[in-house]
Protein backbone atom coordinates (compact mmCIF):
# COMPACT_ATOMS: atom_id res chain seq x y z
CA UNK A 1 0.00 0.00 0.00
CA UNK A 2 0.85 3.50 -0.97
CA UNK A 3 0.02 6.69 1.51
CA UNK A 4 0.59 10.72 0.84
CA UNK A 5 1.95 12.50 4.06
CA UNK A 6 1.59 15.85 4.68
CA UNK A 7 4.80 17.06 5.33
CA UNK A 8 5.62 20.67 6.80
CA UNK A 9 8.92 19.72 8.10
CA UNK A 10 7.80 20.37 11.94
CA UNK A 11 8.97 17.22 14.17
CA UNK A 12 5.16 15.85 14.12
CA UNK A 13 5.21 15.75 10.52
CA UNK A 14 8.44 13.95 10.22
CA UNK A 15 7.16 11.47 13.08
CA UNK A 16 3.97 10.47 11.11
CA UNK A 17 5.87 9.80 8.07
CA UNK A 18 8.40 7.35 9.91
CA UNK A 19 5.37 6.28 11.64
CA UNK A 20 3.82 5.09 8.51
CA UNK A 21 6.82 4.02 6.99
CA UNK A 22 7.63 1.48 9.44
CA UNK A 23 4.41 -0.30 8.96
CA UNK A 24 5.36 -1.52 5.88
CA UNK A 25 3.88 0.96 3.64
CA UNK A 26 5.63 3.26 0.32
CA UNK A 27 5.16 6.70 1.67
CA UNK A 28 5.04 10.00 -0.96
CA UNK A 29 5.50 13.43 1.02
CA UNK A 30 3.51 16.79 -0.47
CA UNK A 31 3.90 20.12 0.96
CA UNK A 32 2.52 23.13 -0.16
CA UNK A 33 3.78 26.93 -0.50
CA UNK A 34 1.59 29.84 -0.58
CA UNK A 35 2.73 33.86 -0.20
CA UNK A 36 2.36 32.39 3.82
CA UNK A 37 4.07 29.78 4.19
CA UNK A 38 6.57 27.90 1.92
CA UNK A 39 8.41 24.63 1.14
CA UNK A 40 11.91 24.85 2.73
CA UNK A 41 11.54 23.14 5.91
CA UNK A 42 9.79 20.27 4.55
CA UNK A 43 12.82 19.96 1.95
CA UNK A 44 15.07 19.68 3.98
CA UNK A 45 12.62 17.31 6.53
CA UNK A 46 12.20 15.23 3.10
CA UNK A 47 15.83 15.14 2.93
CA UNK A 48 16.44 14.00 6.00
CA UNK A 49 13.83 10.78 5.71
CA UNK A 50 14.70 9.89 2.65
CA UNK A 51 11.37 10.68 1.41
CA UNK A 52 10.05 11.71 -1.93
CA UNK A 53 8.63 15.01 -1.84
CA UNK A 54 5.65 16.39 -4.37
CA UNK A 55 5.89 20.94 -3.42
CA UNK A 56 2.95 22.27 -4.65
CA UNK A 57 1.60 25.94 -4.73
CA UNK A 58 -1.98 26.38 -3.99
CA UNK A 59 -1.61 30.47 -4.08
CA UNK A 60 -4.64 31.10 -6.01
CA UNK A 61 -6.90 28.86 -4.41
CA UNK A 62 -5.44 30.37 -0.77
CA UNK A 63 -6.30 33.90 -1.43
CA UNK A 64 -9.86 33.10 -2.66
CA UNK A 65 -10.54 31.94 1.21
CA UNK A 66 -8.25 33.93 3.20
CA UNK A 67 -10.71 37.33 3.46
CA UNK A 68 -13.69 35.42 4.34
CA UNK A 69 -12.58 31.68 6.35
CA UNK A 70 -15.76 29.65 7.28
CA UNK A 71 -14.21 28.72 10.30
CA UNK A 72 -13.05 32.32 11.43
CA UNK A 73 -9.37 33.43 12.02
CA UNK A 74 -7.16 32.42 15.02
CA UNK A 75 -5.09 34.60 17.29
CA UNK A 76 -4.08 36.89 13.99
CA UNK A 77 -5.02 36.34 10.72
CA UNK A 78 -4.13 32.47 10.73
CA UNK A 79 -7.86 30.78 9.03
CA UNK A 80 -5.86 27.33 10.43
CA UNK A 81 -9.21 25.52 10.15
CA UNK A 82 -10.06 26.49 6.64
CA UNK A 83 -6.26 26.44 5.68
CA UNK A 84 -5.92 22.69 6.83
CA UNK A 85 -9.18 21.24 5.16
CA UNK A 86 -8.18 23.03 2.08
CA UNK A 87 -4.48 21.87 1.72
CA UNK A 88 -5.69 18.41 3.11
CA UNK A 89 -8.05 18.37 0.07
CA UNK A 90 -5.86 19.31 -2.55
CA UNK A 91 -3.64 16.56 -0.70
CA UNK A 92 -6.96 14.40 -0.84
CA UNK A 93 -7.48 15.25 -4.90
CA UNK A 94 -3.88 13.65 -5.31
CA UNK A 95 -4.88 9.97 -3.82
CA UNK A 96 -6.24 8.37 -7.59
CA UNK A 97 -3.11 9.77 -9.24
CA UNK A 98 -0.74 8.34 -7.08
CA UNK A 99 -2.60 5.21 -6.01
CA UNK A 100 -2.13 6.24 -2.43
CA UNK A 101 -5.22 4.54 -0.20
CA UNK A 102 -5.22 7.49 2.13
CA UNK A 103 -3.37 10.59 3.09
CA UNK A 104 -1.99 11.33 6.66
CA UNK A 105 -1.00 14.57 8.69
CA UNK A 106 1.22 14.96 12.26
CA UNK A 107 -1.59 16.55 13.58
CA UNK A 108 -1.80 15.57 17.28
CA UNK A 109 -5.43 15.52 19.49
CA UNK A 110 -5.71 18.73 22.25
CA UNK A 111 -2.42 20.27 20.58
CA UNK A 112 -3.59 23.09 19.98
CA UNK A 113 -6.61 24.37 22.05
CA UNK A 114 -8.53 25.68 18.54
CA UNK A 115 -7.51 24.07 15.45
CA UNK A 116 -6.68 20.40 17.20
CA UNK A 117 -9.04 19.65 19.26
CA UNK A 118 -11.65 16.66 18.85
CA UNK A 119 -13.84 18.89 16.60
CA UNK A 120 -11.87 20.40 14.89
CA UNK A 121 -10.26 17.26 13.91
CA UNK A 122 -13.32 16.35 12.67
CA UNK A 123 -14.41 20.08 11.11
CA UNK A 124 -11.32 19.89 9.25
CA UNK A 125 -11.53 16.16 7.76
CA UNK A 126 -15.59 16.86 6.95
CA UNK A 127 -14.40 20.11 5.06
CA UNK A 128 -12.00 19.00 3.31
CA UNK A 129 -14.32 16.25 1.56
CA UNK A 130 -11.86 13.24 2.31
CA UNK A 131 -13.27 12.78 6.19
CA UNK A 132 -12.35 8.84 5.36
CA UNK A 133 -9.11 9.05 4.10
CA UNK A 134 -7.37 11.10 6.21
CA UNK A 135 -4.80 9.40 9.32
CA UNK A 136 -3.34 11.00 12.17
CA UNK A 137 -1.17 8.24 13.26
CA UNK A 138 0.70 9.83 16.17
CA UNK A 139 -3.43 10.30 17.86
CA UNK A 140 -5.11 7.57 15.51
CA UNK A 141 -5.63 5.44 18.50
CA UNK A 142 -8.15 8.01 20.38
CA UNK A 143 -9.89 9.18 17.17
CA UNK A 144 -12.52 7.25 15.18
CA UNK A 145 -11.00 4.69 12.79
CA UNK A 146 -10.70 5.29 8.95
CA UNK A 147 -11.66 3.11 5.84
CA UNK A 148 -8.43 1.59 5.96
CA UNK A 149 -8.54 0.91 9.49
CA UNK A 150 -11.59 -0.46 9.48
CA UNK A 151 -11.07 -2.44 6.09
CA UNK A 152 -7.82 -4.22 8.85
CA UNK A 153 -5.24 -3.38 6.10
CA UNK A 154 -3.52 -0.97 8.67
CA UNK A 155 -2.18 -2.04 11.80
CA UNK A 156 -4.03 0.26 14.37
CA UNK A 157 -1.91 -1.34 17.51
CA UNK A 158 0.65 0.02 16.26
CA UNK A 159 -0.18 3.86 15.50
CA UNK A 160 -0.16 6.12 18.83
CA UNK A 161 -2.31 7.71 21.09
CA UNK A 162 -0.57 11.05 21.83
CA UNK A 163 -2.39 13.97 22.76
CA UNK A 164 -1.89 17.33 24.64
CA UNK A 165 0.69 19.55 24.43
CA UNK A 166 3.14 18.34 25.80
CA UNK A 167 5.91 17.09 23.44
CA UNK A 168 7.87 14.77 25.37
CA UNK A 169 6.55 11.66 23.75
CA UNK A 170 7.41 13.13 20.15
CA UNK A 171 10.92 13.78 21.45
CA UNK A 172 11.52 10.34 22.49
CA UNK A 173 10.09 8.83 19.86
CA UNK A 174 12.32 11.04 17.40
CA UNK A 175 15.04 9.72 19.29
CA UNK A 176 14.14 6.16 18.57
CA UNK A 177 13.38 7.28 14.86
CA UNK A 178 17.17 8.74 14.99
CA UNK A 179 15.59 12.29 14.18
CA UNK A 180 18.02 14.63 15.30
CA UNK A 181 17.53 17.58 13.31
CA UNK A 182 14.24 19.26 13.56
CA UNK A 183 12.81 22.97 13.52
CA UNK A 184 11.08 24.39 16.49
CA UNK A 185 7.27 24.09 16.87
CA UNK A 186 6.71 27.66 16.36
CA UNK A 187 7.29 29.98 13.29
CA UNK A 188 6.84 29.07 9.35
CA UNK A 189 3.54 30.60 8.90
CA UNK A 190 3.05 34.46 8.56
CA UNK A 191 -0.83 34.86 8.96
CA UNK A 192 0.57 34.15 13.10
CA UNK A 193 2.45 36.87 12.77
CA UNK A 194 1.03 39.80 14.56
CA UNK A 195 3.10 42.63 12.60
CA UNK A 196 2.47 40.41 9.10
CA UNK A 197 -1.16 40.26 10.48
CA UNK A 198 -1.52 44.00 10.95
CA UNK A 199 -0.11 45.21 7.50
CA UNK A 200 -2.39 42.20 5.87
CA UNK A 201 -5.95 43.74 7.74
CA UNK A 202 -4.82 47.16 6.39
CA UNK A 203 -3.95 45.98 2.80
CA UNK A 204 -7.79 44.30 2.51
CA UNK A 205 -9.09 47.84 3.87
CA UNK A 206 -7.55 49.21 1.03
CA UNK A 207 -7.93 46.70 -1.79
CA UNK A 208 -10.35 43.23 -1.25
CA UNK A 209 -8.62 41.85 -4.16
CA UNK A 210 -4.57 42.78 -3.89
CA UNK A 211 -2.26 40.85 -6.51
CA UNK A 212 -0.07 38.43 -4.94
CA UNK A 213 2.78 41.09 -4.99
CA UNK A 214 1.50 42.98 -2.61
CA UNK A 215 1.55 40.02 0.24
CA UNK A 216 5.60 39.80 -0.86
CA UNK A 217 5.92 43.35 0.38
CA UNK A 218 3.29 43.13 3.57
CA UNK A 219 7.22 41.44 4.83
CA UNK A 220 9.60 44.24 3.83
CA UNK A 221 9.98 47.82 5.86
CA UNK A 222 8.27 50.06 7.94
CA UNK A 223 4.27 50.63 6.18
CA UNK A 224 3.45 54.16 7.07
CA UNK A 225 -0.39 54.83 6.95
CA UNK A 226 -1.08 57.69 3.61
CA UNK A 227 -5.06 58.18 3.21
CA UNK A 228 -6.05 55.39 1.27
CA UNK A 229 -2.26 54.53 0.60
CA UNK A 230 0.01 52.95 2.35
CA UNK A 231 3.80 54.15 1.80
CA UNK A 232 6.29 51.24 2.22
CA UNK A 233 10.14 52.36 3.43
CA UNK A 234 12.64 50.45 3.46
CA UNK A 235 14.89 49.73 6.36
CA UNK A 236 18.52 48.55 4.69
CA UNK A 237 20.13 48.14 1.69
CA UNK A 238 18.40 45.03 1.44
CA UNK A 239 14.65 46.30 1.65
CA UNK A 240 15.74 49.13 -0.48
CA UNK A 241 16.63 46.72 -3.31
CA UNK A 242 14.09 44.25 -2.66
CA UNK A 243 11.46 47.10 -3.12
CA UNK A 244 13.19 48.27 -6.26
CA UNK A 245 12.78 44.91 -7.31
CA UNK A 246 8.90 43.77 -6.92
CA UNK A 247 8.24 47.09 -8.26
CA UNK A 248 5.91 47.84 -11.51
CA UNK A 249 6.31 50.91 -13.79
CA UNK A 250 3.07 52.24 -12.19
CA UNK A 251 4.06 52.43 -8.79
CA UNK A 252 6.04 55.38 -7.40
CA UNK A 253 9.12 54.92 -6.04
CA UNK A 254 10.79 57.61 -4.01
CA UNK A 255 14.43 58.51 -3.00
CA UNK A 256 16.46 61.38 -1.45
CA UNK A 257 18.69 63.05 -3.79
CA UNK A 258 21.80 63.78 -2.28
CA UNK A 259 21.93 61.53 0.79
CA UNK A 260 22.18 57.90 1.82
CA UNK A 261 18.34 57.18 2.80
CA UNK A 262 15.93 54.16 2.37
CA UNK A 263 13.31 53.78 -0.85
CA UNK A 264 9.73 54.90 -0.42
CA UNK A 265 7.31 52.84 -2.42
CA UNK A 266 3.78 53.39 -2.92
CA UNK A 267 1.78 50.93 -4.56
CA UNK A 268 -1.87 53.10 -5.17
CA UNK A 269 -2.52 56.12 -7.21
CA UNK A 270 -1.46 59.25 -4.75
CA UNK A 271 -3.03 62.83 -4.35
CA UNK A 272 -0.30 65.73 -4.99
CA UNK A 273 -0.27 66.86 -0.91
CA UNK A 274 0.03 63.42 -0.35
CA UNK A 275 2.56 62.32 -2.29
CA UNK A 276 4.42 65.44 -0.38
CA UNK A 277 3.70 63.80 2.75
CA UNK A 278 5.47 60.43 1.58
CA UNK A 279 8.35 62.49 0.11
CA UNK A 280 8.50 64.63 4.11
CA UNK A 281 7.93 60.80 5.50
CA UNK A 282 11.72 59.50 3.52
CA UNK A 283 13.41 62.52 4.13
CA UNK A 284 12.90 61.98 7.55
CA UNK A 285 14.48 58.51 7.59
CA UNK A 286 17.57 59.62 5.22
CA UNK A 287 20.62 61.15 6.62
CA UNK A 288 19.56 64.88 5.32
CA UNK A 289 19.60 67.67 8.13
CA UNK A 290 16.02 67.78 9.96
CA UNK A 291 15.54 71.41 9.96
CA UNK A 292 16.23 71.95 6.06
CA UNK A 293 14.76 71.60 2.80
CA UNK A 294 15.26 68.28 1.04
CA UNK A 295 14.94 67.20 -2.25
CA UNK A 296 12.69 64.17 -3.21
CA UNK A 297 12.76 62.11 -6.55
CA UNK A 298 9.75 60.49 -7.33
CA UNK A 299 9.95 57.67 -10.34
CA UNK A 300 6.56 56.44 -12.23
CA UNK A 301 5.70 55.35 -15.22
CA UNK A 302 8.87 55.90 -16.88
CA UNK A 303 9.04 59.91 -15.87
CA UNK A 304 10.60 61.33 -12.79
CA UNK A 305 10.01 64.54 -10.65
CA UNK A 306 11.38 66.26 -7.89
CA UNK A 307 9.75 67.34 -4.74
CA UNK A 308 11.38 69.82 -2.01
CA UNK A 309 9.98 69.19 1.40
CA UNK A 310 10.99 69.59 5.05
CA UNK A 311 11.36 65.90 6.24
CA UNK A 312 8.36 65.01 8.92
CA UNK A 313 8.60 65.19 12.63
CA UNK A 314 9.49 61.85 13.93
CA UNK A 315 6.30 61.40 16.60
CA UNK A 316 4.19 61.91 13.40
CA UNK A 317 5.42 59.29 11.46
CA UNK A 318 5.20 57.05 14.56
CA UNK A 319 1.43 57.69 14.90
CA UNK A 320 1.48 56.58 10.85
CA UNK A 321 2.97 53.41 11.18
CA UNK A 322 0.96 50.34 10.45
S1 LIG B 1 -0.63 28.20 11.14
FE1 LIG B 1 -0.83 28.94 9.04
S2 LIG B 1 -0.21 27.18 7.78
FE2 LIG B 1 -0.65 26.38 9.81
S3 LIG B 1 -2.79 25.77 9.72
FE3 LIG B 1 -2.76 27.84 10.52
S4 LIG B 1 -3.01 29.16 8.74
FE4 LIG B 1 -2.43 27.12 7.97
Known amino acids: MRALGLLSGGLDSMLAVEVVRRLGLEVLAVSFSSPFFGTAR ?56 LGAEFIFTGEVLGQRPMSQNRQSLHIVAKLSGYEDYILRPLSAKLLPPILVQREQKLDTARLYDISGRDRQRQMQLAQEFGITNYPSPAGGCKLTEPGYARRLRRLYETDPAPPVRLFKLLELGRHVRLGDATLIVGRNKAENDALERLAVPSDAILRVSGYVGPTGLLTVPCAPDEMRRAAAIIARYSDAPRHDEATVQVVQDGASYELTVVPIDPETVRGLLV
Not at 42 to 47: G, H, L, S, T, Y
Not at 58 to 80: D, I, Q, W
Open 42 to 97: AQEAAAQLGVSLMTIDVTEKYLAMLPRPKYGYGKNMNPCIDCKALLLRRAGDLMPK
